[in-house]
């Protein structure tokens, strides 16, 4: 069975911080790695879409994949209290379907 | 532009009772769809995805069954609603163009089972 794995958390970063989401995946053959925000009581929204080994920038969220260690990361960086949320984990295989993470907490604080 | 609705946002149902939630797609053709239960404080679970129109593939057994009437069409039902069946229902949709596997999320359906 696909499985995705994050850390449940809550991790507590101070504003102005790096916050470093982490996330590993079992399906080997896995092509595609998102990762999703969810604020409390709506859906989620995509931040990040990677699908090659390396880091992907898009203004203050890195994404890095290695595919060798099936380790997938997302870096925020200059943290906000508005960046508090849960991140969800996706990994995409050879069918049009997703797996998700149970997701990571952040809470930013001031 | 592409949008996905989602409806009703919010329901409260007695056990035994039947469920219906639709979601709709514009601004594209022939798109993935899918539904996703999120239960309290768990992950996100795929329940049902759709290819084309009267195509489903169930994921999980359960008593709740989706249909494709139209193409940019998804409907999530129950005939009879279980304490179980509570939890933010989700339906997404892929373009049948674009990069890899990205979804993209209606605005999701609270349903309280009691």
């Known amino acids: 069975q696909k499985e995705v794995e994050q850390n449940s958390g809550p991790l507590s970063v101070p504003e102005g911080a790096i916050a470093s989401l982490n996330c590993t995946y079992s399906?080997?053959?896995?092509?595609?790695f998102f990762w999703y925000r969810q604020y409390s009581g709506k859906s989620p929204e995509l931040i990040m879409s990677?699908?090659?080994?390396g880091d992907k920038e898009d203004g203050r969220f890195t994404a890095q994949l290695n595919k060798a260690s099936q380790y997938v990361s997302l870096l925020i960086r200059d943290s906000q209290p508005s960046d508090s949320a849960t991140y969800l984990c996706?990994?995409?295989?050879?069918?049009?379907?997703?797996?998700f993470g149970t997701g990571t907490r952040l809470q930013v604080t001031l | 532009s592409q949008t996905i609705h989602q409806w009703p946002a919010t329901l409260v149902q007695p056990v035994g009772s039947p469920l219906s939630l639709e979601c709709t797609v514009e601004?594209?053709?022939?798109?993935?769809l899918y539904w996703y239960r999120q239960a309290a404080g768990r992950g996100l679970q795929l329940l049902f995805y759709s290819v084309g129109i009267g195509q489903i593939s169930s994921e999980v057994p359960q008593n709740l069954s989706a249909s494709r009437p139209q193409d940019r069409q998804f409907i999530l039902s129950s005939k009879k609603l279980l304490l179980s069946d509570s939890g933010f229902y989700l339906c997404a949709w892929r373009p049948l163009q674009g990069a890899g596997n990205t979804i993209y999320f209606g605005e999701g359906s609270w349903l309280t089972v009691v």
């Open positions: 990677i699908y090659s080994n």
């Open positions: 601004g594209t053709s022939n798109p993935n």
């Open positions: 996706a990994v995409g295989g050879t069918a049009s379907k997703l797996t």
């Open positions: 399906d080997r053959v896995s092509q595609s």
